[in-house]
């Protein structure tokens, strides 16, 4: 009885919350059997509930029950009726978290119970498609800590020419609108991540919302995981500016939320700035979305590291949202400053600017930041200090940041895009672009990250991208500790199982 079309069977995974109260749930199976057995306990008094059998493989043991509902929403609870029968097979079998079971159809009304696989993680490869890739900072997050990317997919050509310079072998990138993916092109996996655009979300954008013409673009993610049914992934990962948590006074955030919600997930949120790995001030708000919680889950937030007041209040005053929350550990300290990133350039290097450049630029500085340029440059060691160019009072003027930490990198679509590095010191100042590689390190990767293309081509590409270190410590964290213990998979895409009596 291995139907592997998933007519005859079903696995369960096995997880922490089922062993703790006794649980077997089966939310994603109701399909699976007749739909007269589902429903509340009063409905069962009145003999509109029937019940089905479960032959418990190692018990000699056959079981009447039925899928518990709620008397008062009427709806189902997920989990079958019965907690002493399920504490037996537990018991019998010493299942643990993350063992599956197999639910075999043999007749009419009856079905066997029986252990199909032990749970073991060791040795392997958790798996994920990485949409909105760009130039695959997520990937490699993911893959420096055993996880393997085997789909991704951005439309901007440019940043896929950055992304195939690094994984030359693999053909798992798809340059295409998400919007024309089709799900049964997307492989089966455990994770989705979605770093989609930012740009009617952000402060410097257009505050179009989640409805505007390139943050949308969420909508394509949400309609292929609608697609996908039964073979939606364990996890889903978005990451956008903290601007999302505000946008249109929380009416997005909530949307999309609720989106996830009405697929089947639970969600949790939370914010990291990359000043707790390098030397950016890049703060950015990341949603964890968990396939079916069943009861266990944690509605509350409280203020830490990763969730500031405004986020838990969000959250607190948001109980019609499907929330999971997650405690987390504290963010580590911060540690780097500018120095660590700096390329060593000699002082005739093409890409220090000439005097006239350089001298006009001191006189963009307004007098508050032109006393620190003068501090600076009278010092006896050398420092350094970054700047953008904003527009103040309809005048271009250039404001630096001394406190050893880059601004946000942007994306260059304008001049004011590009980070200018001040150099100065022993009576002397140099001024200059930062570098591709220092934008790179910037966002924590690596030398062996190869860079062949053009300086603004590059620029983009980083500044449109994720901070490593931080997806690693939610992967170290959060992401593999999750995926180790999803709740529920089904073989193949559902199907009705033998004759339904109603």
Request: charged share 25%.
């Amino acid at each position: 009885m291995n139907d592997t079309n998933g007519h005859n069977r079903r696995l369960l995974r096995i997880t922490p919350g089922n062993i703790r109260n006794n649980h077997i749930y089966v939310r994603d199976h109701y399909d699976f059997f007749p739909s007269d057995c589902v429903g509340p306990s009063r409905k069962r008094r009145d003999g509109t509930i029937q019940s089905v059998e479960l032959v418990l493989d190692g018990l000699n043991e056959t079981v009447s029950t039925d899928i518990a509902g709620s008397a008062q929403t009427g709806k189902p609870r997920g989990f079958f009726r019965g907690r002493h029968w399920v504490r037996r097979f537990f018991q019998q079998h010493q299942i643990t978290a993350g063992d599956l079971l197999a639910l075999d159809y043999l007749d009419t009304r009856r079905y066997r119970l029986s252990v199909a696989r032990r749970a073991s993680t060791a040795g392997r490869s958790f798996t994920a498609a990485e949409f909105f890739a760009g130039i695959g900072l997520v990937r490699l997050a993911l893959e420096r800590n055993g996880w393997q990317v085997i789909f991704a997919n951005d439309i901007d050509t440019d940043k896929a020419e950055m992304y195939r310079q690094n994984w030359p072998s693999d053909d798992h990138l798809v340059v295409q609108d998400i919007h024309k993916l089709r799900s049964d092109d997307i492989p089966t996996c455990d994770l989705f991540t979605a770093s989609f655009p930012c740009n009617d979300l952000s402060i410097a954008g257009r505050w179009e919302g989640l409805n505007g013409k390139e943050s949308s673009a969420f909508w394509g993610l949400i309609e292929i995981l609608r697609n996908l049914g039964a073979r939606r992934p364990p996890l889903v990962m978005l990451e956008n500016v903290v601007g999302f948590l505000m946008s249109r006074e929380g009416r997005d955030f909530e949307q999309a939320l609720m989106a996830l919600n009405e697929l089947g997930y639970c969600v949790d949120a939370f914010i990291l700035n990359a000043i707790h790995w390098v030397p950016q001030s890049r703060a950015r708000l990341f949603v964890v979305a968990t396939l079916d919680c069943g009861q266990e889950r944690r509605t509350t937030a409280y203020p830490s590291s990763a969730r500031p007041e405004a986020l838990v209040q969000f959250v607190n005053l948001s109980p019609h949202i499907h929330w999971n929350i997650e405690k987390l550990p504290t963010l580590p300290k911060p540690r780097k400053r500018l120095p660590h990133i700096i390329e060593e350039l000699p002082p005739d290097d093409p890409h220090w600017w000439n005097e006239e450049r350089a001298t006009y630029f001191m006189q963009q500085l307004s007098e508050k930041h032109e006393v620190v340029a003068r501090h600076m440059i009278k010092g006896r060691r050398i420092t350094y200090a970054t700047a953008f160019r904003r527009v103040r009072k309809g005048r271009s003027m250039a404001e630096l940041r001394s406190d050893g930490i880059a601004g946000c990198l942007r994306t260059p679509r304008g001049g004011s895009g590009r980070q200018i590095l001040f150099k100065a010191g022993r009576g002397k100042y140099q001024v200059r672009l930062l570098t591709a590689r220092e934008c790179a390190r910037l966002q924590g990767v690596p030398e062996s990250y190869k860079i062949d293309v053009p300086l603004n081509q590059a620029l983009f590409g980083f500044g449109d991208a994720v901070c490593v270190p931080a997806v690693e410590w939610i992967v170290r964290h959060y992401l593999t500790a999750r995926v180790s213990n999803k709740l529920s998979i089904v073989v193949a895409p559902s199907a009705r199982a033998g004759n339904d009596e109603t």
